[in-house]
């Protein structure tokens, strides 16, 4: 199902169909650099994940799948996500690297920022990045996002953008 567009992209909801894709992006050690995540074991694992995540259903929204608009390829995922523990909201994002330094991050994250502002009602939207990751801390300070604090992003040292809803 798609969640929205912009002017190059389409979001949509990922599904168990997904799993090559979602398989390949976290293989290349660069894309999952900054994430803590590791690389799914096979691609039967990817389906697993990917049968079993709930967030649209609990929340109405969560990671989209990101395709070109011009060609339907997957380039990577983005989207909104609720952290029971911490009780707020987070925009993330991660795209295969042929793909990097071309806007989609910040044109994916700001439409799922939008959403999230505009459909769901969310007061307040967090980023997070490893300091060390300084494009995806740009990607934050593009979106408009301001800094709020320092934390530890898995046992490394990482800063928290946020932003509040202006509608």
Known sequence: MIVTETSRLILRELTPSDADFMYRLNLDPEVIKYTGDKPF??????????????HYQKYGFGRWAVLLKEDQSLIGWCGLKYDTVKDEFDVGFRFF??????GYATEAAGASINLGFKRFQIATIV?????????????????????????????????????NNPY
Do not use: T
């Open 97 to 102: 690297r042929e793909h990097w330094s071309k």
């Open 41 to 54: 074991d096979d691609i039967d694992a990817a389906r697993l994940f990917l049968e079993n995540y709930d």
């Open 127 to 163: 980023g997070r990045a490893m300091s060390q990751n300084l494009a995806s801390i740009n990607v934050l300070q593009k979106l408009g996002m301001k800094y709020w604090k320092v934390e530890l992003c898995g046992q490394v040292p990482g800063v928290v953008y946020r932003m």
